[in-house]
């Protein structure tokens, strides 16, 4: 059994106005039909001028996907009508999309894949119905009719949901980087389409199965993985009962991933694509080209890359790459390492402490970065204080506590606090002489289970409230227990 898995993506490119006219695409939460003009309805007269921002988004993003980019480019008519689409074709890409035979690399667990990409172009989004609940009435709404899309499809290179969401994820984080769009699913940003066509018995290298059932508008991550589990299940049932499997089109029936029938599939020649008339055949110069590869941004795979070099875990930099705030607080730490940029025990501290307090106070206190009291001086500073021993973990993350509840500086708190490690060795002496005197079973189990010292330490800590340092308290345990 084996099935046949390919993605085909719409994202909403991020414009002020719409891809043909000078609409404004800020349509969400509006009231219907404001959004519109001559063009998004193709009255006769009135001439689609395309959208230069959403253009140069496309070839970025195409660049990104690592596809060769179509020079000599076009756009063409897809004729069919649609209550959403009452002017009777979408103005779309067909034989010359802006990008062609490309590639995304998927990581997993230690090994990667490349996703191939057959094509990237541009379009036009459609209106929008919406249904009254007795199903007897249709409410249209244009204001998203003509919003430009960048459409992207992958060959069938998915062998599992696992290379499915990784694929999705990675083009989410991909879209964003390039500011191309935010990609905000519950928005409709970024809607997949999922194609599938499963065989009992695994076909020769470069066959496929002699149909394709695609499934339109899947508007989550969670959801592509549900249908991807529930049509592979339902196609294996058919083809066990040696029932034919015809192309169509299905829909979401509901979250659950199931899905309904909704036509057969309309193929190419249905479409009637012609070269659109109202809008010349567009040239990319040298010149533009080599703009637009010299602004690209570092982009996730090498921005992953990048910290890993910097000697962080895998799941670490994920994190980093994933959530750009952190990332970039995290940025702002390494420039600010100033003379020693590389110095990886410093930069696995500083990765240690974002990813551990102070995200857990940020979700605590379900504040942003840009929003909390505690700041990038506050982590260089307490990491350093670390560094010299002069505080422990403990207290720097008393520190951290303190900053999140009542504001202050990590420096002034320390001070005022008097929160200074005890550097006097008479002291630190008695510290450890009362957590041995206090404690005489663990001093005995000791002989039996050498970790059990780590209580010990913990003790003292606990006695001096976190101001002898952990290593030279373990160090003094020992000597004096002649461990
Ligand atoms: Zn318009
Ligand atoms: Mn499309």
């Not at 520190?399 to 008479?426: C, H, P, T, W, Y």
Request: net charge negative; with cysteine; aromatic share 8%.
């Amino acid at each position: 059994m084996k099935s046949y898995v390919g993605l085909e993506i719409h994202v909403q490119v991020k414009t002020n106005s719409k891809m043909f006219c000078r609409c404004s695409t800020d349509y969400f939460g509006k009231d219907p039909n404001l959004n519109v003009c001559p063009v998004c309805f193709g009255l006769p007269g009135a001439l689609p001028v395309p959208n230069k921002a959403a253009f140069e988004k496309a070839v970025k993003l195409a660049l990104a996907l690592n596809c060769s980019i179509n020079q000599s480019t076009k756009f063409d008519r897809k004729n069919y009508f649609y209550p959403d689409l009452p002017k009777g074709y979408q103005i779309s890409q067909y034989d010359k999309p802006i990008g062609y035979e490309g590639f995304v690399e998927i990581e997993l667990d230690g090994d990667s894949k490349r996703i191939r990409i057959q094509r990237v172009h541009l379009e036009e989004d459609t209106g929008k119905s919406t249904h009254s609940d007795n199903g007897d009435e249709t409410y249209l709404d244009y204001n998203k009719s003509g919003v430009a899309l960048a459409e992207i499809v992958t060959y069938p290179d998915f062998e599992n949901e696992e290379e499915v969401i990784l694929f999705a994820k990675r083009l989410k984080q991909i879209v964003r980087y390039l500011d191309v769009s935010d990609a905000e699913m519950q928005k409709g940003q970024m809607r997949f389409e999922l194609n599938i066509s499963t065989s009992l018995e695994e076909l020769p290298m470069g066959e496929l199965p002699n149909f394709k059932v695609e499934v339109k508008n899947i508007g989550s991550i969670s959801v592509l993985e549900k249908v991807l589990q529930s049509e592979t299940a339902r196609q294996i049932e058919l083809l066990t009962k040696g029932e034919e499997i015809k192309p169509h089109t299905r829909g979401l029936k509901d979250m659950t991933g199931e899905t309904v029938f909704q036509r057969a599939k309309e193929s190419a020649d249905d479409y009637r694509y012609f070269p659109e008339p109202d809008i010349p055949p567009i040239q990319i110069t040298d010149e533009t080209l080599a703009r637009l590869k010299s602004e690209m941004p570092e982009l996730p795979h090498q921005r992953k890359q990048r910290y890993m070099d910097l000697g962080l875990e895998g799941e670490q930099a994920d994190i980093l790459v994933e959530d750009t705030e952190r990332g970039g607080w995290f940025d702002t730490l390494r420039q600010a390492q100033g003379d020693k940029p590389n110095d990886k025990v410093i930069t696995k501290e500083y990765a240690k402490w974002l990813l551990g307090d102070i995200s857990f106070w940020l979700e605590k206190k379900k504040i942003s970065i840009s929003e909390m009291p505690f700041s990038t001086d506050d982590l260089i500073y307490l990491v350093s204080m670390m560094q010299e021993k002069k505080i422990s973990g403990t207290i720097a993350k008393q520190v951290i506590e303190e900053i999140f509840e009542n504001g202050g500086r990590a420096e002034e708190i320390v001070v005022s606090k008097d929160l200074l490690q005890v550097q006097d060795e008479g002291a630190v002496d008695g510290f450890v002489d009362e957590a041995i005197a206090a404690n005489p079973k663990i001093v005995e189990d000791l002989k039996k289970n050498p970790n059990a010292i780590k209580f010990l330490v913990g003790q003292v800590m606990k006695l001096s409230k976190g101001k002898v340092n952990p290593s030279v308290a373990e160090e003094k345990l020992k000597s004096k227990l002649s461990l």
